[in-house]
């Protein structure tokens, strides 16, 4: 009799030490999960266009007021490159994650992507394995395959899809970096154009000869 009490009382303890186990490792998971999203609304906060950035915003970075009048004089940037170039001084990891110059998604070199805060060598892949893409719509349904709807839109602020001119929807077309509702339907306005020549006439009668350059790297023509 007194065995099997022994034996229902180590029972009932490791029954209730189980218990214990799964509780605590309920809560540690819980915990994990709002950790996780606390992490994702924070990603979620839009990135400036450093070719868009006012030089009040470029303040807010704390950027030297020697570095600021460069960007600003240099601008438009064409490339992430250019724009890494003038800020090699920076804590860029840091940067990165609040100005960049979006890039093609179409030319944008692998290794280049990882340039993105949180993209590593396995989404850079994903990132160059759908090409070409023709709208960001695109992009958002196959890289939407891999993470959630918060982090594709994170990305949103990194990349772009050059337009076709002649048969790109004003939606499409409002989804590049910068263009709102006015310029985007001056660029429907004008169809068919014929050549790059002829857009740079049209467009360049809305917008002065640095913006002008900047638009013109999110066309192309057939």
């Given at each position: 009799m007194k065995k099997i009490s022994k034996l229902l009382i180590v029972s009932l303890s490791i029954s209730l030490f189980l218990v214990s186990c799964k509780e605590s490792s309920g809560k540690r998971q819980k915990k994990d999960t709002i950790i996780e999203n606390e992490k994702i609304d924070i990603k979620t906060v839009a990135v400036l266009n450093a070719n868009l950035a006012t030089e009040s915003d470029l303040i807010a970075l704390g950027l030297s007021s020697e570095l600021i009048s460069n960007i600003i004089s240099i601008r438009p940037f064409e490339s992430m490159t250019d724009f890494n170039e003038v800020i090699k001084e920076?804590?860029?990891?840091?940067?990165?994650?609040?100005?960049?110059?979006?890039?093609?998604l179409?030319?944008?070199a692998e290794v280049d992507f990882k340039m993105i805060p949180g993209v590593?060598?396995?989404?850079a892949h994903e990132f160059e394995e759908y090409r070409p893409y023709m709208s960001i719509k695109q992009f958002k349904r196959e890289?939407?395959?891999?993470?959630?709807?918060n982090e594709v839109s994170r990305?949103?602020?990194y990349v772009?899809?050059?337009?076709e001119l002649n048969t790109s929807t004003e939606d499409d077309i409002k989804l590049l970096p910068?263009?709102?509702?006015?310029?985007?339907h001056e660029f429907i306005e004008y169809r068919p154009y014929i050549n790059l020549a002829q857009f740079r006439k049209e467009i360049g009668k809305y917008v002065d000869k640095k913006e002008l350059k900047r638009l013109e790297r999110f066309v192309y023509l057939k």
């Open positions: 920076e804590d860029t990891e840091e940067l990165f994650k609040k100005i960049f110059i979006p890039f093609n179409n030319t944008t590593g060598n396995r989404m890289i939407g395959k891999y993470v959630d709807e990305y949103l602020n772009f899809v050059p337009v910068g263009v709102g509702n006015r310029i985007s």
